[in-house]
């Protein structure tokens, strides 16, 4: 499976900061997702990031708080953008191998945990 | 997209068999059930997939009955690394279906 590597692993940030993620991958994959995870809380999708096109959002999450960049199959950056305190969380980023079977198995990057004071 | 439903929370010893169901009443024809762990401050790590009947794997075994609507994850002989929360998630393995986590059995192993 994919190896992911998410930078920066945690931040403390400072209120109405944006603050960019970045997420490689050792090999070349066409579905990336980003997901939010709050303190106990479950993960939740912010969008998908597929090479080439622009990301696909999920209710509750605008491109202009989270733009999202993909410029190849190995890379992508979320930005978390104007943040405030309820933005502190982990963010997670993850890909699928795309092939069937198993296309839907997830591999994930260890997390970026922002702090936002 | 298929609903599941586990249990919030768990607790078992070492040693012991444990057995974690999900329901999933609406799951569609071509649909794969799929389990994840999640130790605190990592990713969720995929654990075992599976369509029908049973599929073991070094890590555990899945039981999924002939009508599908549940399954069960089963941890052989846990230890107290097996803490961790587990989710089953349900969905079609090809490349457009998004993937979508419930609130997932957090699993505590006591010794």
């Known amino acids: 499976s994919a190896v992911i590597s998410q930078k920066p692993s945690r931040d403390i940030c400072q209120r109405g900061t944006s603050l960019t993620i970045q997420c490689q991958v050792d090999s070349q994959v066409t579905m990336m997702f980003w997901y939010r995870q709050q303190p106990g809380q479950s993960l939740t999708l912010i969008a998908t990031?597929?090479?080439?096109?622009?990301?696909?959002?999920e209710s509750g999450f605008v491109i202009d708080k989270f733009p999202i960049s993909r410029p190849n199959l190995t890379f992508s950056t979320l930005t978390v953008s104007n943040m405030s305190p309820e933005d502190s969380s982990i963010y997670l980023c993850?890909?699928?191998?795309?092939?069937?079977?198993?296309?839907?198995?997830?591999?994930f990057g260890a997390g970026s945990r922002l702090t936002v004071l | 997209l298929a609903k599941t439903t586990q249990p919030i929370s768990m607790d078992s010893y070492e040693g012991q068999e444990v057995n974690i169901t999900c329901s999933h009443n609406n799951i569609a024809t071509n649909d794969y059930i799929t389990w994840y762990q999640q130790f605190p401050s990592q990713g969720p790590r995929f654990i075992i997939q599976?369509?029908?009947t049973k599929v073991t794997n070094e890590v555990a075994s899945l039981f999924i009955p002939a009508d599908r609507k549940s399954s069960t994850l089963s941890l052989p002989r846990v230890s107290l690394s097996d803490t961790a929360v587990y989710y089953c998630?349900?969905?079609?393995?090809?490349?457009?279906?998004?993937?979508?986590f419930g609130k997932g059995t957090r699993l505590h192993i006591l010794p």
């Open positions: 990031a597929n090479q080439g096109s622009e990301a696909t959002y």
């Open positions: 998630l349900v969905g079609a393995p090809n490349r457009d279906d998004k993937i979508i």
């Open positions: 993850s890909v699928a191998p795309g092939h069937d079977p198993g296309a839907n198995v997830l591999t």
């Open positions: 599976g369509y029908k």
